[in-house]
Each structure stands twice: as structure tokens, then as C-alpha cells.
């Protein structure tokens, strides 16, 4: 057991009890920051989150809240992608497969800050108004953005959780709230269950560092869930969105 990293699961459970904004955010850009190698920070989060997620997606399919359909579609993007981003990540030498994941990284981690800036209720009034057109074309566009996520997820393992329910949201914006939670857990789970055996077959998954995370996580999630309402939700979002934003350009800044 290491201190240290079961301290980092039971804050980051604790934050994603309280927000709901998915580990991966938080524990690739720590890890990486601790001197972890970003490709190890990676594998390791999208072991560590497949195994979290699964239960969450239970969860989800006992309260009735889960839209198999949708999560469907979006695997049927993502999951051949994630397979795409692993073989092109397999023949990419050491040095420059560092870089590639430091870099994506650092733009997933700004992408997600600006989603909790920007709100889902600003993205759903946005898309509310173009319905028609967004209707019209939902089914490719589902699939189109799980293969953005698909790569995104797989380089840094950021997406699958607060930037993918924005994108759902602006894709489904009649949506029920718990059915887009419910909807973009269940199509995480083949998507870092995917992810990370690709990153198990490319030696990046630390299986002791996923241990010492989950042993903090899950009653960090118990306690955060606990604590959630009692803390200003848009005010831990920003403070959230403000950390993820230095952690990103300081990733940024060290990829250049």
C-alpha cells in the first residue's frame, strides 16, 4: 500500500461524489503531476475506471435510468476507435508516444474545464433551439462523437464522464438528467474496458497503483455522495474547472 496514492483515491472519490465529474479528470493529471509516466497514468486510470464504472452502471440498470440504445450507439463509435488509437499508439516509438498522450492530455483537461464552466443547462437551452436539425441527424452524430471520444478517452483517458455528458446533453437535450448519467456510465465501461486491455497489452497499467486508488475511491465516493447539497455544487464546479485548467496548461506547457 502506498499512502499517498489511497489518500489521492479518497479525495478524487470524494470530489466525484460531491460533483459527479468523472475520476479520470482528476486522477491522470495528479498521477502525472506525482512523476508518474503519463502513459502509465493513462492505462492505469482506464483500468481503474473500467472496474469503478461497471458498478456504477449497475447501479444505473436497477434504478431504470440506463437508455441502452444511445449507450449503443456511442460504443459503436468509440470502441473501434479506442482499438484504431491503440495500435496507432503501439507503433509509436517511447519518446513520441510520451508527448502524443502528455499532449491530449493537456486539451482534454481544458475541454472538460470549459464544459463545467459553460454548464449543461446553457448547452441544453443552445440545443433546444435547433432540435429539428439536430434530430435529423442524431443517430451519426452519436456515433460520430463516440469515436471522438473513443481517442480522446483512450490518449488520456479524460472525456468519458463530464465532457461526455455535455455531449450528450447537446445531442439528447430532452434528455432526464439521471438517464444521461446512466447512459454515459454504461457506454464507459467497454470503452475503458477496451482501452484499458490495450494499455494492459502495452505494458502501461500499473495494477498495484489500481489497487491503492480504489482502496481510497470507494469510500471517498460513499462520502462524497453523503456530503453532496451540503457544499455549493456551482462553486465546487468552478474551483474544479480552475484546477483542471492549470493542470492542463501546465501538461501543455510541458509537452512544447
Do not use: C
Amino acid at each position: 500500500m502506498e499512502p499517498a496514492f489511497v489518500v489521492l483515491g479518497l479525495v478524487v472519490g470524494t470530489l466525484v461524489g460531491m460533483t459527479g465529474v468523472g475520476a479520470g479528470s482528476l486522477v491522470t493529471p495528479a498521477l502525472a503531476m506525482s512523476g508518474v509516466p503519463a502513459a502509465v497514468a493513462v492505462g492505469t486510470d482506464l483500468a481503474y475506471a473500467a472496474i469503478s464504472k461497471s458498478f456504477g452502471a449497475l447501479v444505473h440498470r436497477a434504478q431504470r435510468t440506463l437508455d441502452l440504445r444511445v449507450a449503443g450507439l456511442l460504443a459503436a463509435g468509440s470502441v473501434p476507435a479506442a482499438a484504431l488509437t491503440i495500435a496507432a499508439l503501439a507503433a509509436t516509438g517511447a519518446h513520441a508516444k510520451s508527448a502524443v498522450i502528455t499532449g491530449f492530455l493537456a486539451v482534454a483537461l481544458i475541454l472538460t474545464a470549459l464544459a463545467l464552466l459553460v454548464g449543461r443547462a446553457r448547452v441544453a437551452a443552445l440545443a433546444t433551439r435547433y432540435e429539428s436539425r439536430i434530430g435529423a441527424l442524431r443517430t451519426p452524430l452519436t456515433v460520430a462523437a463516440g469515436a471522438g471520444l473513443g481517442v480522446l478517452v483512450t490518449v488520456s483517458s479524460v472525456g468519458a464522464g463530464a465532457l461526455g455528458a455535455v455531449i450528450l446533453v447537446a445531442l439528447y437535450p430532452n434528455m432526464p438528467a439521471a438517464r444521461i448519467a446512466g447512459v454515459d456510465i454504461a457506454h464507459a465501461v467497454p470503452l475503458t474496458f477496451v482501452a484499458g486491455l490495450g494499455h494492459l497489452w502495452l505494458g502501461t497499467v500499473d495494477f498495484a497503483l489500481v489497487g491503492n486508488l480504489l482502496a481510497g475511491s470507494v469510500p471517498g465516493i460513499v462520502a462524497g455522495s453523503l456530503l453532496a447539497g451540503r457544499v455549493s455544487d456551482s462553486l465546487l464546479r468552478r474551483l474544479l474547472a480552475l484546477v483542471l485548467l492549470y493542470a492542463g496548461a501546465r501538461l501543455a506547457y510541458a509537452s512544447f
